[in-house]
């Protein structure tokens, strides 16, 4: 059974700092991984998702690098602002079913 | 494109009573959907995969006959929780696969339930 971990569980920086969210899996045979981001009391919105024969993802300031054989993936959010205040999931897409494991999730605070 | 929409956005229910939740596809067929709960502060647990035309797949500890579940289309899949209760209060969410890409899912804007 997949299990997926975020580390840390919150993280709290000023504005402008670079945050560095980390997932890991314990499963290497994945199809894909996402990385989501969710607001209190909001649905999911899809930030960038890896195939499994990528290293990287890049969109805007987020850049998601995947290393498939450690199962790690860590999302990068440069020069942060108080608008990126929210929980961050990792989700992994195994290859023997099209289910999604999702880990705890990073809450991230900016401020200002 | 791509867009999944869930009805209603949030819903409080007396214990006892039953609610259904409705998951739709705007865009996109969808062979597949699923079922996830979020209590606070945690992450989104599957609850069951819902395949069009067949019986749904529940997950370890979830009960089949509380959490019922429906996809009588390529476009629509509900939820009916059954004899609520206080703990069933929660955030739910639906996904659903385009049909030929099982490995996509696009997600729904979540229901609050509320059982007083």
């Known amino acids: 059974k997949q299990e997926v971990t975020q580390i840390p569980a919150a993280l709290s920086v000023p504005e402008g700092e670079n945050l560095v969210l980390n997932c890991s899996f314990t499963d290497s045979a994945i199809y894909n991984l996402q990385w989501f981001r969710q607001d209190p009391g909001k649905g999911l919105t899809s930030l960038l998702l890896i195939q499994s024969s990528q290293r990287e993802q890049t969109s805007g300031r987020l850049n998601a690098s995947l290393d498939k054989s450690s199962g790690r993936s860590t999302l990068y959010i440069a020069a942060s602002q108080p608008g990126d205040s929210a929980t961050y999931l990792c989700?992994?897409?195994?290859?023997?079913?099209?289910?999604?494991?999702f880990g705890a999730g990073t809450t991230v605070t900016v401020r200002a | 494109g791509a867009v999944v929409s869930q009805h209603p956005s949030w819903v409080i229910c007396k214990s006892g009573t039953s609610v259904k939740i409705e998951c739709r596809s705007l865009?996109?067929?969808?062979?597949?959907m699923f079922w996830y709960r979020q209590f606070p502060k945690q992450s989104l647990m599957l609850m069951a995969t819902?395949?069009?035309?067949?019986?749904?797949?529940?997950e370890q500890g979830v009960e089949k006959d509380k959490f019922l579940i429906n996809h009588a289309s390529l476009t629509l899949s509900t939820l009916t929780v059954t004899s609520a209760h206080p703990e069933d209060s929660s955030f739910y969410i639906c996904?659903?696969?385009?049909?030929?890409?099982?490995?996509?899912?696009?997600f729904g804007p979540g229901t609050r339930l509320t059982v007083t």
């Open positions: 996904s659903a696969s385009p049909s030929g890409s099982s490995y996509e899912q696009y």
């Open positions: 865009d996109f067929q969808a062979t597949t």
């Open positions: 989700a992994v897409n195994s290859v023997d079913d099209y289910k999604l494991s």
């Open positions: 819902s395949n069009e035309g067949s019986k749904a797949t529940y």
